[in-house]
């Protein structure tokens, strides 16, 4: 079999190994961290602050309008919740096909899932014109006489998918930490600290028995998320392929956003895990070099199906011979909405190819950028799918344009600081990797006789 | 699965391969209810102490089907019984519309029953279990003999483990 | 009776005498009850003819008659108790001791009529509980037949406005004559103040187009008892009239039979859209193109882009001084053709061969010449309205008549006898008055509703003029820019609140019956005029006797008018009926060819043509002269061409912008002689590269708080009664106005939404240009029994006159967002008029499309809804859940239409008091957050469907009239079942080869059928290849 790098640099011992990742929890945290944690949370408060003036004065204030009904968050929802599939996969998919490469950055991907999808949750519900109401969504038991919800709306299948989701990766995120909480639970200092982390490991232990049958949960759980994980931007893009609308009504669009998801999901790992590395040094050893290199390798994999898909789609416009269909692809890539199209290619195509070359790959300031880059495009992906194809549609007297406002920007921005808030706040309290899983593979790719052990 | 409080000796080792070792020595002295503790999963671990596969699988299987019938019948009632409309001029009963709403819940259900059969047979949660040693979460192991296990005696129990390398035994009162 | 009765009496008593009567009959009320024979004889209490009533005990038929009003007033009160602006002391009436015509949450529909200045239409007007809610043409009337104009349906809104007057005011002025000071007055001192400097002499009225006979007789008597002048004069008036005087001896607007005519010839004459009665040429116009295979053909020569020369089917543009050769050209390629004189024929020799002058194709000048021999007796040759007011007007009309007399129409398709002979403003009198004020002939001018302050040009020196005199009495319901400046304001009532009669076409008479007692403290003009004569005892008896002018009218129908039409009835059943139909007397359909008095040969062009750019001002079809400009309706309805709301601009073509680098909405400065007036650009297309368009009516500065600051005054461009023709140059001044349009894009891009074909292609094949598809569906479908709602609109016929989008708004309750949100495409209209150009972009030509929602059948919008606020009824109506509705807005995205509009703010929280008075109690406000569309107006559905099986009988074809259909003067909306075989709907969705469905392919089944337009153009239409177009 072929040599592999180490998985683990710097020959930890099992102490080692605990003592480091513990670290962030059980110090002080930094002034930097500080500094990222007050911005992230002023941003979140003034989130906070223009969803309350949104819901309190009208939908209006965003953008929105005829034609354009969808705009900034919707848009910005299907980003989040795109982001929010990196984790799953990489903790499910990956471990499936035994990548143990997978073990020291699945904890904080699937964090970042979790907190994606929450993120992105909120805007189904604020996006509509009565958010009051929004339980309505849900088919239950009323005395209205019967009134129940339409099982046809691809909105309802987004409610369950999203719901079900959200859900199922929390639960298989906490399943994963009950074994590393436990350790912290052990290694507090003092009494509180104790208790908190005694609960939230539920009094584990670490039995023989209890680790059957947690990798056996473990397992499940993988295969359980690997069909939801695909599902769930499958669904989503049905929200556009179901209408009948030119650019929407399209067949490509469930693998195209599966792709486009892990594609804008890895970027967002990238950068995170670059921004953690730069603020616990420590983790450098677990989530190595090699580490971020075959995630760039994926995003490149994943940006060429997305710049597969452009393609695919224009072809299949044309050769559809539909009037309608053509027209809006051109529009597309010439209308007035043309300047972010050509973004959505340039950062979501184009700049993915620097991860041809190794040196670029392995340079985290590069990977760093591109990161962002591909970020920037994949929401302006969204953008486009949304806007453009709405704008201009069947009649042309309904032609106009997004009437993008200051809260559309409010919205956008102030996302981010929820996520970022409930991110650094993670790093803080839980372990950031997955101390039981990177045991296992310490001795991974050392000394050969060594192989097979751990698996 | 809480058991009443039973006492017993266990064994601290220092490294994996020796401790695998010895449970498969103790399993083979005619124990069989002890058990061993270590920071992280180990495989060789389960033939060793005799561990038999977890019955997880199966609440998966039945509690998906479940899901699934659940989220047929709920479609189907209320579109096609309860609250028959004409809705965009479909069938009101549009299987294929509902086919998405089916597979969530067909997760959803078996994802959640087997965490809870997960939880289940673990025996958690569990408020303030004994500890053996705060290092065994972290870098130590452990195997334990429960004073109730087949042809059990302290000294005998004592003396096996520490000629199989653990480097500390302690008397617990509990486990 | 309680003690409560008995205080609401007493205080009914000392309450000065109610001045204009409450009183009026419901159309449907055709049962002579006992109590309806009680209050016919009761109802002169008032008045010196109580003598009929003698016999019966008068008193109590006094209390009666008193409690009756009271009653009356409360039934209104009461219903809309809300921020009601009646008097506390009727608040308190039980409802229970109703009028019998009123019942709650039954409407009643009344005859009315509306005249605003040019233009007469017979009304209906409806009421719920008293209150006046929808305005729609009285379908019996001789003229108008169903339609109204928006205008006519938005003065509805005039009557509940905020900025409305509600008691007499006074004006105190410094020595400059500015206005230093508004106070209210009593009606009695401001009647003394008033009578005083009457008596003083030297009295004269000022006043527009008056159609009245009733109002003419009171004035009659005025100015017999006050030895006055009275002064006509229309902003908007032209010199037809005093052009048929000088050519056939008679001042009368003549009767256009567009129905009778196969070639119209319009030069500039904008019938359809804001010229003579537009909704009567409407519907004669459509009349005479219903029929496919012999329908007129219509020749327009515009120097702007008016709605008739969108309807044209050959258009020409050319620019105002090239009308005249327009006329003379075409003489003189008939001649010989059709007997002419000598002299005439050397004077049209000069115009021979005009076209290549006008830049038009010589061929196609001679075959429009061609078409008017062929079609002698069966043609019109008109020119008309502001657009015409060139320095040649006079001599344009008089060739215009010529033109009409040697082809033979006069008699035929132009009848003098069926004309209106009340319009007879002009600017010869204004131009007296002027001059008799100035020399200080006038000491107290009376202004009637006629605002020269804001519409008639500086250089006039009206202004000047008004200064020397005294007394300037004002009566309006506004406070305007004539307001300001005059002494008193003898606060007129709204239209709606006053008696009156009509004559709109010379021996049809219309009446018009108030809506609502007097809301607030106001007086009708009349009123004041006869209170005014009884104070200072002059004029004859009848005007000082009579306490109402309720009682002047109908005592002037009695003793005189019912003599010529009553045809012997006796009068109180003549009058009934009067009130019931709304009209009486025949229109004359056809007059012996009167003899032409003019000279031709001596006409001469003054009108110079090498001005680089003339001016052409135009008002437009929602805002007109101006008075109605503070309607929010009216500034909301998109331009009937341009599509614009909110604003004027200047017209210019696309050559001249490109050759300017003028953009859309770059600001221009334009000068005409002294006066300047900036204004954004609109890039027009099919406009003459010469012409420089502007709209009048904006720039209102005292119509109130709608029309603030909306557009610019182009009034102040007009010299001297010209509006036409004036050479104006402009510059940029970099500044930029948005201008906002419900239209995102003006071509349909190769796609088949409005199927347009020529004469020639239909000859070939009725279903011409059409592109069926095959569609089918993979189940069964849902069965409608019962009623299926369909819609069918005949593009042919529809000219975009938009009178159905007012009428919506109205009876839906639609809401008014304004300029900035209309520019963010959140207007709310339920029902729109797409304008699309074809052809080339030089001389654009124009298609009408009225689109709704289509109410699908596998409706896409309902498909996507997760909370099912949209489904389908088994009648097939789409339908809103608005209390379900979350807002998800899915619905709109997938609706290929995009006909859903989003209720984006609390829209409904914005009505001003009292507007809410003006809303449709049947129809809900929609509240924030939720989706709302057309609804096949389901309430209306509901109404006559109870209507039916109340009188047990099934439901017949056109029992149940949709908003739009009911306004629509051309018939182009037909509502109906499409279960029911013989419906007129059901006919067109089975047999008619021109009906298509939008968006076919799309499979969504719509329940509207859409007929092709048929441009009569002689041309054939080229084969387009593959696409969908």
Partial sequence: ?455 | MAKKAIGGIAGIFLDEATTVNAATRVREAGFTKFDALSPYPIHAMEAACGIKRSPIPYVTFVAGCVGLLAALALTYYTSAVDWAINVGGKPMFSLPAFVPIMFELTVLFAALSSVGAFFYLCGIPRIDPPIIDKDITCHKFAIFIPENDVGYSADRAEKLLKDLGAVEIKKMAEY | ?1029
């Fill in chain 1, 1 to 455: 079999m072929l040599k592999r790098n180490p998985l683990v640099l710097g020959n930890k011992t099992l102490k080692d190994v605990s003592d480091d990742i513990c670290a962030p929890i059980e110090r002080i945290p930094s002034k930097e961290w500080m500094g990222l944690f007050l911005g992230a949370k002023g941003l979140f408060i003034f989130y906070i602050l223009t969803i309350a003036m949104v819901i309190s004065t009208g939908i209006g204030l965003l953008g929105v309008n005829h034609p354009v009904a969808w705009g900034t968050m919707i848009i910005t929802f299907v980003f989040w919740v795109g982001i929010g599939h990196a984790g799953t996969l990489i903790s499910a998919i990956l471990f499936l096909f035994r990548q143990k490469w997978r073990t020291s950055v699945a904890r904080s991907a699937e964090a970042m899932t979790v907190f994606a999808v929450a993120t992105a949750g909120i805007f189904p519900l604020i996006h509509t014109g009565r958010p009051w109401l929004d339980f309505w969504l849900f088919p239950y038991p009323n005395q209205r006489g019967p009134l129940w919800v339409n099982f046809r709306s691809p909105l309802l299948w987004d409610v369950f998918a999203v719901s079900t989701y959200a859900t199922v990766s929390s639960v298989f995120w906490i399943v994963g930490m009950i074994p590393d909480l436990a350790t912290v639970r052990d290694r507090a200092k003092n009494a509180i600290r104790k208790k908190i982390y005694g609960a939230l490991s539920f009094g584990w232990r670490g039995t023989a028995k209890q680790w059957s049958h947690f990798e056996m949960i473990y397992l499940v759980l993988a295969g359980l998320s690997t069909p939801l994980v695909l599902s769930v931007h499958t669904i989503v893009s049905f929200d556009f392929a179901v209408s009948q609308l030119p650019g929407w009504h399209t067949t490509i669009f469930p693998p195209y956003f599966v792709a486009g998801a892990i594609f804008s999901g890895f970027a967002m790992v990238i950068t995170l895990m670059t921004l953690v590395r730069i603020g616990f040094p420590e983790f450098k050893n677990y989530i190595t070099i090699d580490h971020m290199e075959v995630m760039n390798k994926i995003i490149m994999m994943t940006g060429l199906m997305v710049g597969y898909a452009y393609g695919a789609e224009f072809l299949i416009a044309w050769y559809s011979g539909n009037d309608y269909e053509r027209y809006v692809f051109m529009n597309r890539a010439m209308g007035p909405y043309a300047w972010s199209y050509w973004i959505m290619v340039s950062c979501n195509v184009l700049v993915p190819q620097l991860f041809w070359f190794k040196k670029i790959r392995r340079s985290i300031p590069i990977m760093f950028v591109v990161s962002i880059f591909v970020n920037i495009g994949m929401w302006f992906e969204r953008f486009v799918i949304t806007v453009t194809s709405l704008h201009r549609d069947f009649l042309p007297s309904n032609w106009g344009q997004y009437a993008w406002s200051i809260y559309d920007t409010a919205i956008l921005v102030g996302s981010f600081g929820m996520f970022f808030t409930i991110f650094l706040l993670y790093l803080r309290v839980l372990p950031a990797i997955s101390i039981a899983e990177v045991k296992p593979v310490l001795n991974v790719g050392k000394e050969d006789e060594h192989h097979g052990k751990g698996h």
């Fill in chain 3, 1 to 1029: 009776m309680s003690n409560t009765e008995n205080k609401i009496q007493s205080d009914n008593e000392n309450r000065k005498i109610e001045r204009d009567s409450t009183y009026w009959r419901s159309f449907e009320e055709l049962n002579n009850t006992p109590e309806f024979q009680k209050s016919l004889q009761t109802e002169f209490m008032s008045s010196p003819l109580r003598e009929e009533s003698k016999d019966e005990g008068s008193e109590t038929d006094g209390v009666a008659r008193r409690d009756f009003l009271k009653l009356m007033g409360a039934s209104i009160a009461l219903t809309s108790a809300a921020g009601c602006i009646r008097r506390p002391v009727q608040k308190i009436v039980p409802y229970n001791k109703q009028p019998e015509e009123v019942t709650v949450g039954v409407s009643n529909w009344y005859t009315s009529s509306y005249f605003d200045g040019q233009e007469g239409l017979g009304l209906l007007v409806k009421s719920r509980e008293g209150r006046p809610v929808h305005i729609s043409g009285n379908p019996k009337f001789p003229l108008n037949g169903n339609g109204a104009s928006v205008k006519a349906q938005a003065s509805l809104l005039g009557l509940y406005e905020p900025n409305r007057l509600q008691k007499p005011f006074r004006n105190l002025f410094n020595e400059k004559r500015t206005n230093k000071e508004t106070v209210g007055v009593s009606w009695e001192e401001l009647d003394t103040k008033v009578v005083e400097s009457l008596q003083k002499g030297g009295v004269a009225i000022l006043s527009g187009n008056i159609s009245s006979p009733s109002t003419k007789a009171v004035i009659g008597d005025f100015k017999a008892g006050f030895n006055a002048d009275h002064y006509v004069w229309e902003p908007l008036a032209d010199d037809v009239v005093e052009a048929q005087a000088s050519s056939y001896g008679e001042a009368v607007m003549p009767g256009f039979r567009y129905d009778k005519a196969q070639m119209i010839v319009s030069i500039d004459a904008d019938f359809l859209g804001t010229w003579g009665p537009t909704m009567t040429n409407n519907k004669r116009f459509a009349d005479g193109r219903r029929n496919i295979d012999k329908m007129s053909r219509l020749v327009s020569f515009d120097s702007t882009y008016s709605l008739t020369g969108a309807n044209a089917d050959i258009r020409f543009r050319i620019k105002p001084s090239q009308q005249f050769d327009v006329v003379m050209g075409l003489i003189s390629e008939i001649v010989g053709k059709v007997s002419v004189s000598d002299a005439v024929k050397t004077a049209v020799a000069p115009y021979n061969g005009i076209a290549d002058k006008l830049g038009i194709s010589a061929e196609a000048f001679k075959k429009v010449a061609a078409d008017l021999v062929k079609n002698q007796g069966e043609s019109i040759v008109v020119a008309g309205g502001i657009q015409t007011k060139t320095k040649d007007s006079m001599a344009l009309q008089v060739a215009v008549n010529y033109l009409n007399s040697i082809l033979g129409n006069d008699g035929k398709t132009v009848v003098a006898g069926a004309g209106n002979k009340n319009l007879t403003a002009s600017f010869a009198q204004i131009k007296n008055l002027i001059a008799k004020m100035n020399a200080g002939d006038v000491k107290t001018l009376i202004i009637y509703r006629s605002n020269p302050f804001y519409s008639l040009s500086a250089d006039l020196g009206f202004a000047e003029a008004l200064k020397k005199v005294p007394t300037v009495v004002y009566s309006n319901d506004k406070m305007d820019e004539t307001a300001v400046n005059a002494h008193y304001v003898a606060t007129d009532n709204h239209a709606l609140e006053t008696w009156g009669d009509s004559e709109f076409a010379t021996g049809v008479y219309g009446i018009h019956q108030p809506l609502i007692r007097t809301m607030y403290d106001t007086r009708s003009f009349q009123l004041s005029l006869m209170t005014w004569a009884y104070m200072a005892k002059v004029g004859p008896k009848r005007i000082q006797e009579f306490e109402t002018y309720y009682d002047y009218v109908r005592n002037l129908w009695k003793t005189e008018m019912a003599a010529k039409v009553a045809g012997g009835k006796d009068f109180e059943s003549f009058w009934n009926g009067f009130l019931q139909e709304g009209f009486v007397g025949e229109l004359a359909t056809t007059g012996s060819a009167r003899t032409f008095k003019g000279d031709v040969s001596s006409l001469k062009k003054s009108q110079s043509s090498d001005a680089t750019f003339e001016l052409a001002l135009y008002p437009t079809v929602n805002i007109g002269d101006g008075t109605l400009a503070n309607i929010g309706w009216l500034q909301e309805l998109p331009d009937v061409v341009t599509k614009i709301v909110w604003d004027n601009y200047a017209c210019v073509s696309i050559k001249t912008a490109e050759a300017n680098k003028l953009r859309e909405g770059d600001v221009i400065e334009l000068t005409v002689g002294g006066n300047k007036l900036s204004l954004p650009t609109h890039i027009q297309p099919g406009l003459h590269d010469q012409v420089v368009a502007v709209a009048v009516g904006y720039g209102r500065t005292h119509a109130g708080d709608v029309a603030k600051g909306i557009g610019q005054n182009a009034f102040t461009l007009a010299q001297g009664g010209l509006y036409a023709g004036l050479p104006v140059e402009f510059k940029k001044t970099g500044q930029k106005i948005e201008l906002v349009t419900t239209q995102g894009h003006d071509s349909m891009e190769g796609r088949q939404i409005v199927v347009t074909a020529t004469n020639k292609d239909i000859q070939k094949s009725k279903d011409a240009n059409i592109h069926r598809h095959h569609t089918w569906n993979i189940w069964s479908g849902h069965q409608y029994n019962g009623h299926k709602w369909g819609m069918a609109i005949d593009l042919n016929t529809c000219t975009g006159c938009s009178a159905c989008m007012t009428a919506c708004q109205s009876e839906n309750n639609t809401a008014v967002v304004g300029k900035k949100y209309v520019m963010q495409g959140r207007e709310m209209h339920w029902i729109r008029i797409d304008r699309y150009y074809t052809g080339d972009v030089e001389n654009a030509s124009a298609v009408f499309q009225p689109l709704m929602c289509q109410h699908c059948d596998n409706a896409p919008c309902e498909t996507v809804c997760p909370v099912v606020a949209t489904v389908h009824s088994s009648e097939g109506l789409n339908e809103q859940i608005y209390n379900r509705c979350v807002g998800t807005r899915y619905c709109s995205n997938n609706c290929p239409y995009k006909v859903r509009r989003f209720n984006w703010f609390n829209y409904a929280k914005l009505i001003e008091k009292p507007m809410h008075m003006a809303l449709n109690p049947e129809v809900l406000v929609r509240a924030r957050g939720v989706m709302e569309k057309c609804t096949f107006c389901v309430q209306r559905i509901k109404e006559g469907k109870n209507k039916a099986k109340i009188e047990e009988r099934p439901l017949k074809d056109g029992d149940i009239k949709t908003a739009c259909e009911a306004a629509c003067p051309t018939q182009t909306i037909v509502f109906g079942d499409l279960n029911d075989e013989n419906s007129r709907v059901a006919k067109v969705f089975k047999a008619e080869p021109r009906a298509y469905e939008l968006l076919e392919e799309w499979y969504a089944k719509p329940s509207v059928r859409y007929q092709t337009k048929i441009k009569n153009n002689d041309q054939v239409t080229p084969k387009k290849g593959g696409g969908h177009a």
